[in-house]
């Protein structure tokens, strides 16, 4: 952090920024992913280095934050708990006073949310969520990003997220990190969640982490979820970290697949969502994730162009304001 900027921030949980920065997060966004189009070279963090610890597999996060990394000119150092004193114990507090005195951001994926505070609590530099077991906001900003690309305003004027403001997402699956952090969405950018949960594995508001439960509706039946729509989202039955509960919870997921007959009581226009990697068969059917009203592909892709932005405004603040 160069000396005289403000104070600095982490990227720890959506909430973390208000609704004014996302609209200036997809504004960027917006930019860099043109340039990006356009193979123009745009690299302003090209003496600064991300440093990537991953205590959980990941292909879309290490791919998107590493290639968006270069891109922007820096540098990226890949750490696992298997190759790292990580996985021997030193403690989490003493990693990040080290780490965060060699290198300009960290990313981290790793189980509870609590691990990856006391990291930031003990960080010289911002350190960004790459997926706790109670969160994954920056699925959620690809996924917003990717919404407004396709249903919203991205027009010369600005990004409007007001267009947000009212729409009903709905949420078919298990209650895990992904929920939460729509509910964390739903509550600053004004649109409700539906949501529908097999019996064990709700949402629990606390662990959420949301003001109120204004934001959510629960449904018994993931049918009366997607009724009217406008984005139909999932995940897969059983998160990292949930391994050993897997065929516990193929039995109580069953009629939890997002398929043609909920799509279609959704709104005509509806979306579907998925943050990948899907099964299909399990959480969604094969016509719906390959179908035309899927953007996964799109989604996914996004990870890259907000991630790029999220960094930028982290360590350079506000551009050209
Ligand atoms: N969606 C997502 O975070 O994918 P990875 O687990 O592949 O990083
Ligand atoms: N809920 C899933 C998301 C994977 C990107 C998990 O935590 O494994």
Redesign the pocket.
């Known amino acids: 952090m160069k000396p005289g900027m403000s104070l600095m921030k982490h990227y720890l949980q959506f909430k973390d920024l208000r609704a004014e920065e996302y609209a200036y997060l997809f504004e960027r966004t917006r930019e860099i992913k043109r340039r990006f189009k356009n193979y123009e070279k745009y690299t302003p963090l090209s003496d600064r280095t991300l440093a990537m610890i991953f205590e959980k597999?990941?292909?879309?996060?290490?791919v998107s934050f590493e290639a968006g990394m270069y891109q922007m000119g820096g540098s990226v150092v890949h750490l696992t708990t298997g190759d790292s004193q990580l996985g021997r114990a030193e403690p989490i507090e003493d990693s990040a006073r080290v780490i965060s005195r060699m290198v300009d951001i960290v990313m981290i994926r790793t189980y509870e949310q609590d691990k990856l505070e006391r990291f930031a609590a003990h960080s010289r530099v911002p350190v960004i969520n790459g997926?706790t077991n109670e969160f994954?906001p920056c699925?959620i900003l690809a996924d917003l990003f990717t919404y407004l690309e396709h249903r919203g305003s991205l027009g010369p004027a600005g990004v409007d997220i007001g267009c947000l403001r009212g729409k009903t997402v709905a949420w078919v699956g298990d209650g895990n990190n992904m929920a939460n952090t729509w509910l964390q969405a739903a509550e600053i950018l004004g649109f409700t969640v539906h949501v529908s949960t097999p019996s064990g594995y709700e949402i629990d508001p606390a662990v959420a982490g949301i003001r109120s439960t204004g934001c959510y509706k629960v449904f018994a039946d993931p049918m009366d979820a997607c009724r009217g729509a406008d984005l139909v989202t999932t995940d897969v039955w059983t998160s990292m970290g949930f391994e050993a509960e897997n065929e516990a919870r193929k039995q109580a997921f069953a009629d939890w697949c997002v398929d043609a007959e909920m799509m279609a009581v959704a709104r005509p226009d509806a979306l579907f969502m998925h943050?990948?990697?899907a099964h299909r068969g399990e959480e969604v059917t094969a016509e719906v994730i390959d179908g035309p009203q899927s953007v996964v592909w799109d989604e996914a892709e996004n990870r890259m162009h907000v991630q790029k932005a999220l960094m930028e405004y982290l360590l350079l603040g506000r551009i050209g304001r």
């Open positions: 597999a990941s292909t879309r996060t290490r997926l994954h699925q943050c990948l990697p």
